[in-house]
């Protein structure tokens, strides 16, 4: 029977409710904190108490430890269902207590959680990574920040744990450009940004970091797809994903963050929890064992190695091997080895092994190439879909031009690049993944409802807008009328440059083609021209030095970006050098395509987006010094933003 709020002076003729005197009521444990929000109508006793009795900080770990007020009585809770105990309780993970004690719903430690219905079908639970710590979540929680702090999180897929322990040696990390953009975002946005870092293989995430700075948009000296940018460690743990199963990401839908096959954002409730789970998990250096860190353990103790994804770098400095890269970065999952562009060169482009040694040309087909294009913020897309795609009135350009073995090469609309060398294995297909590029919105239709599908021939370095030879084939046309269908003839002629860019293919002996192409990894400081290779040779003369990208696309001549960025005779970078200090102390180097700035033994530009490279031999100057650089930046987009809406 309910009670009275009356109790034994109720006047109420005939009530009906339980009446019972106001001392043998239970203390309200909340208006003994300080507020209850039931007020006059709440059931439990509110006794009035002087200040120095009430405490500063509201806590419940008095009534949970000493049993004082018999919550268990007071809070029933439902009967246990397939619910129960499978996700980690979040008053537990905070208080390392809980008010329903043992009659929670949720899992009190990772030793309490239960298993899934359908979850790991087909696996043991001793197929995950080994842990000498498992179970243990008895760590003193010393968060960095608290839950009212606004933080965005993000996951991070590493091939191995040892690729991720020379990111922590060399405190960088890479991912794509897609995601370094929207990183950046949360940066502008956010005052922590958070990392994850997971190994699939071993089923579990591994470390825990931050992004203190703007990430440079600057491609990867060794894949135009990898955008490097240096992370501060937090902590090295292992959870299992057993115990992030439950949580989504931000992208994505339904996907939950133990599903995710990609890098991407974390819901922030979520990310927080997660931190929760990392700092209660006592601290674990396990790139100090790495071999037994890098096992599966089975049921009954046995460790098993685990084969890496991809062979590890040739380069130590070097993160990502090449075909780590064309796995995680070209999709693929699930699909066969064509799509991936794993079977290497095929059918009419001549094998490395007899390319390389000069005579005919490359591309030994009949078929005219085709340029298709995208955005920056569609490449990332792009390559995980394996997917191309034109608007709908490129339709009989498409049909016209494209079949299964077609050479195709992919123009970037906002930087000027040209990638390639791709083959198309599908003819032209209406809206083959109606949701390709269509955004978050869900239901929205692709925009680029012609789609081909393709696989990777080869990984070169992109060739520059200015790029004269390339300019030479397109007959001097910008960049965004570059897309459609070429000829047989200038099909070979990019090949073959492509070709000589990736190491495989030697011009002919008397052919005037140069020195023989190699790799960037093999290249010394006389390197092949026009690669991402010649960017290496600008230095920055201070020991302390970061890049801060521009992101203003680049127009030529129409908007002078150059001239906005410096001022007249560069005044606007001489007014944030004499902020600080002197040109003896700070530089500011413009540097990219549209930059003016020739380097290298071929004297051209940097073939990288427009940035600045800003550099001081103190160490506290740097970021000032790259705050007052941003600030110029900023303004030169509002005009060109303003320009652009006129």
């Known amino acids: 029977m309910p009670q009275c709020k009356h ?26 904190q300080g507020f209850c929000m039931h007020g006059p109508v709440c059931k439990f006793r509110h006794i009035k108490r002087p200040p120095d009795e009430c405490p500063s900080v509201a806590t419940f770990d008095q009534y949970v430890a000493s049993g004082n007020v018999p919550l268990s009585k007071k809070r029933k809770t439902h009967q246990p269902n397939q619910f129960y ?157 057993r115990m992030l199963s439950h949580l989504k990401m931000v992208s994505g839908g339904s996907t939950n963050v133990g599903r995710s096959n990609f890098d991407g954002r974390i819901d922030k409730n979520a990310g927080y929890e997660i931190l929760l789970i990392a700092y209660r998990k006592p601290e674990w250096d396990w790139h100090a064992d790495i071999e037994r860190a890098s096992c599966t353990i089975s049921d009954n103790g046995t460790l098993t190695a685990v084969s890496p994804p991809a062979p590890p770098s040739p380069d130590p400095t070097i993160l990502f091997s090449m075909q780590w890269i064309q796995q995680a970065f070209s999709g693929g999952h699930g699909r066969g080895d064509d799509a991936r562009g794993r079977g290497g060169p095929r059918n009419h482009h001549a094998p490395p092994g007899d390319a390389a040694g000069g005579g005919g040309d490359y591309y030994g087909g009949n078929l005219p190439g ?75 239709m692709t925009p680029l409802p012609v789609q081909v599908r393709f696989r990777i021939v080869l990984r070169a370095p992109p060739l520059q807008p200015m790029d004269p030879e390339a300019a030479q084939v397109f007959s001097n046309r910008p960049p965004a009328d570059r897309i459609g269908p070429i000829s047989l003839g200038q099909t070979k002629v990019l090949s073959n440059m492509f070709a000589a860019r990736a190491g495989v293919w030697n011009p002919p002996v008397g052919g005037g083609g140069g020195p023989p192409h190699r ?73 990219g395509i549209g930059s003016g700035f020739r380097e290298g033994p071929n004297r051209e530009e940097a073939p990288e987006p427009l940035h600045f490279v800003v550099s001081v031999n103190e160490e506290q100057l740097l970021q000032p010094v790259c705050a007052s650089v941003q600030k110029v930046i900023d303004s030169a987009r509002s005009e060109y933003m303003s320009s652009r809406d006129k």
Not at 94 to 113: M, R, S, T, V, W
Not at 197 to 223: D, E
Not at 396 to 421: E, K, V
Not at 567 to 574: C, D, E, F, W
Request: aromatic residues 10%.
């Open 370 to 444: 085709f340029v298709v294009g995208c955005t920056p913020q569609m490449m990332q897309e792009c390559f995980a879909r394996s997917l191309f795609g034109l608007p709908a009135n490129r339709r009989g350009d498409a049909q016209q031009g494209i079949r299964q073995g077609t050479p195709l090469f992919l123009q970037d609309l906002g930087s000027g690049m040209l990638y390639g060398l791709f083959e198309a294995v599908s003819p032209p297909l209406d809206n083959a993944e109606p949701s390709a590029w269509a955004g978050r919105d869900r239901g929205a």
């Open 519 to 591: 790799p960037p990894h093999q290249q010394g400081a006389g390197g092949g021209r026009g690669g991402p290779q010649s960017g290496l040779f600008y230095k920055p003369p201070f020991k302390f030095s970061q890049n801060v990208p521009v992101n203003i696309p680049f127009t030529g001549d129409g908007f002078g970006v150059r001239k906005r960025l410096l001022g007249p005779q560069a005044s606007k970078i001489h007014a944030v050098v004499n902020e600080f200090g002197s040109q003896q102390t700070i530089k500011v180097r413009l540097r």
């Open 7 to 32: 109790g034994k002076s109720c006047k109420i003729k005939n009530c009906p409710l339980k009446h019972e005197d106001e001392e043998e009521r239970a203390e309200c444990i909340f208006f003994r």
């Open 85 to 241: 105990k499978i996700t980690l309780c979040k008053h537990w993970l905070e208080h390392g207590n809980c008010p329903f004690g043992e009659e929670c719903h949720y899992a009190h430690g990772e030793a309490d959680l239960k298993m899934v219905a359908g979850q790991g079908e087909g696996e043991s639970q001793g197929d995950e990574g080994y842990d000498p710590l498992k179970g243990r979540m008895d760590a003193v929680l010393d968060l960095p920040y608290n839950s009212t702090t606004k933080a965005a999180y993000f996951l991070m897929h590493a091939p191995d744990l040892a690729t991720l322990q020379r990111a922590r040696v060399r405190g960088y990390w890479g991912t794509s450009l897609r995601i370094a953009h929207e990183m950046n975002d949360a940066v502008r946005t956010f005052e922590w940004v958070v990392i994850f870092f997971t190994v699939r293989g071993l089923k579990g995430v591994y470390g825990v970091a931050s992004v203190p700075t703007m990430i440079p948009i600057v491609p990867s000296p060794y894949s135009p797809l990898v955008v490097e940018f240096p992370v501060r460690w937090m902590r090295t743990v292992r959870m299992s994903m």
